[in-house]
Every structure is written in C-alpha cells, then in structure tokens.
C-alpha cells in the first residue's frame, strides 16, 4: 500500500503560522497535522505502508523534506518528494506523484483529521472517505443506491441529494487505473474554472463502471484557519486523553502551577504561577509564567507572561506578554 499525499502551498488561510512552517507541519497535540493524518490511515487500512509521497512546492526548503522523510520512515515506509510546479487543480497535484502510483494507494488532503472505525473494502475499486453533515450544501457530496455504491458526485447541491461530504481522503485498488484517467484530463486539457479537478477522473471511472463505496468517519477535524485549528487541537487533545494516552512531559517544571487536562505538554516547558487548560497545546522548550491558558495552540520555544489567553494560537519562537484574550501571531513574533 503506497499513500499520496498533496500538500500544495504553504496555505493563506492560517498566515502568520504559516509563512516560515507549511500547514500540515503544524502540530496537533503536539505531533504535525500530517504525522497524525498518516498515522490514522495507517489505522485503517491495517495493512504495510510501503511508501509516502509527499506532493509539495519546492520553496517549502530542505529541512521540511527531512521532517516528512522523517515520518514516513517512523511507519516503516519510503518517502518521497515530489514537487507540483503550478497550482492546476487537484488532478494534477496528484499526477506530480505518478511515479508512485501503483498498486494500492490511499490518496489524501493534507490539511484535514479524521477518527474513523470502519474496515477498509479493498474488494471496492474505490472507497471514497465520507462525514455526515448537517449542511451538505458547503461540500461535494456522494449519492448512494440501495447497495450503499457511489452512483454520484455533487458538488454543493442546492437541492438535498446527500448528506454523506467527501472530506479528501481516497482508496484505490490500482494506482495505475487512476493515473490512466487523470493522464487523460491532462492530455485532453479537461479542465474546470483552469484546474485539473479528481473528481473528473473518478467520474470518468464510474462511467466505466468501476465500483466506488463509502468509508464513513466518525469525526472530521479541519485545520483551514486559525478558529478551526484551536477547536481541532481541543478536540483531538479531548480523543486522545479519552483513549488513556500521556501527554505531559516529564521534563516539565512546575512552581505553584496547575495543569488542568486535557493538555498536550512538551519537553522542557517551564510553567511559574501558571494555570494550563483545558484543551491546550504547549510545544518544547515553551515558559510560560503569571498567565492563564485554556483553548489554546503554542508551539516551541515561545515566552508568554502576564496574559489571560482563550482561543489563541502562537507559533515558534513568539514572545507574548500581555492582557489580550483571542490572538493569532507568528513564528519569531514578540508584543510587549
């Protein structure tokens, strides 16, 4: 089994975080996004993982390609980086990997969490991950027939057809017949809005009469913004504490401070006169000292004093002081 994983860019969404770290390396609970997307895919499909293919832009540097090197190897697997020149649609990300597509391959999106409990149907030529939602009209969708197959991809729909969001995470039996069809949008310049779109491959597939099926999650967690990154971080803290896992380092230095669970706590973090939690991450190396921290994201080796912190996410190296309550500043940032 070999997993495809498009990173595109750096993500205008969640900047400042996101100028000096790419998206998917930003920490949830204390391991990067796309760390745990692989680790819980690997849960899944309960099979070897071969190989990773990291699809990514090439100013993302050399220390981001060790660091995702570095996780595939921790599951046993190749990495791989591939590089998408331009950003032409989904199709073509994937297709910057195609030396990699044979065999089994799991493609996904690396900006997006799941938990799931399903049993992956590798009889399916496809299995299309999929969320129940309470607003189909935000996502593409699948319709089903009476057999639970996929009969049909929508878009957005303005009427209900569907309440089943395609949240970005696919199974193909053959790498090879994926990349077949998306070599033929690109060949045949079959585009949408200027993109090369997946969904036009696997609509073509199912002309053919390939068989796709639902693999249902019990939870999606996006990491678009800096609100949707916090509440993921909260609630992946809240799943893994619930799952009995040990999330407080035991370099941690402690003076007259409380640490109020869930709470991810790195290597060598100092609290003085600090309350920590619920539902905060704090990365290596961090000090926080006369300030209250719950809902909140820190990476490493930050300083925060004298603050009152809610909903906040702050990034590597950040020196914070202050009475703000919902904040969002960047790696090497400081406000006095």
């Given at each position: ?30 391991k ?7 680790e819980d ?22 220390q ?11 599951l046993?697997a ?7 020149e ?16 044979s ?16 049993t ?5 030529d ?7 939602v309470?607003?189909?009209?935000a ?14 991809f ?22 090879e ?6 070599q ?14 997946l969904?036009?491959?696997l ?6 009469g ?12 996006d990491?678009?913004?800096?609100n949707?990154t916090?509440e993921t ?16 380092s ?12 869930p709470c ?5 973090v ?6 920590v939690?619920?539902?905060?991450s ?14 909140s ?20 190296h950040a020196?914070?002081n202050g ?11 400081v406000?006095?």
């Amino acid at each position: 089994m070999k997993i495809i994983v498009p990173m595109a860019g750096r993500g205008s969404r969640l900047r400042p975080h996101t100028l000096t770290v790419p998206k998917p390396l930003i920490p949830i609970a204390g391991k990067p996004i796309v760390h745990r997307l692989v680790e819980d895919i690997a849960g899944v499909i309960n099979q070897e993982i071969e190989e990773i293919a990291f699809i990514i832009h090439k100013d993302f540097g050399v220390q981001v390609e060790k660091d995702l090197v570095a996780i595939a190897e921790k599951l046993g697997a190749k990495g791989t980086i591939y590089y998408q020149e331009q950003p032409l649609g989904t199709a073509h990300a994937i297709m910057s990997a195609k030396e990699s597509m044979s065999g089994p391959i799991v493609v996904a999106y690396a900006d997006t969490l799941f938990r799931a409990d399903f049993t992956l149907d590798t009889t399916a030529d496809s299995v299309i991950w999929v969320k129940q939602v309470d607003d189909p009209s935000a996502f593409g969708v699948v319709q089903l027939n009476d057999k639970k197959e996929i009969v049909d991809f929508v878009e957005k729909p303005k009427e209900f057809v569907s309440d089943l969001a395609i949240i970005g995470i696919y199974y193909f039996k053959s790498g090879e017949t994926l990349r077949e069809e998306l070599q033929y949008l690109l060949d045949n310049n079959i585009v949408k809005g200027g993109e090369y779109q997946l969904t036009d491959g696997l609509e073509n597939m199912k002309q053919k009469g390939l068989k796709f099926v639902p693999g249902k999650v019990d939870e999606w967690m996006d990491c678009g913004n800096k609100n949707v990154t916090v509440e993921t971080n909260s609630r992946m803290l809240n799943f893994l504490h619930k799952d009995g896992e040990h999330m407080v380092s035991s370099s941690v230095v402690t003076e007259n401070s409380t640490i109020i669970p869930p709470c991810f706590i790195g290597e060598n973090v100092v609290l003085k006169n600090a309350t920590v939690g619920p539902n905060v991450s704090l990365g290596n190396n961090t000090r926080v000292e006369n300030s209250e921290i719950k809902n909140s994201l820190v990476q490493t080796n930050a300083v925060i004093t004298n603050a009152h912190l809610d909903n906040a996410m702050i990034g590597n190296h950040a020196t914070f002081n202050g009475k703000f309550t919902s904040i969002s500043i960047g790696d090497y940032s400081v406000i006095e």
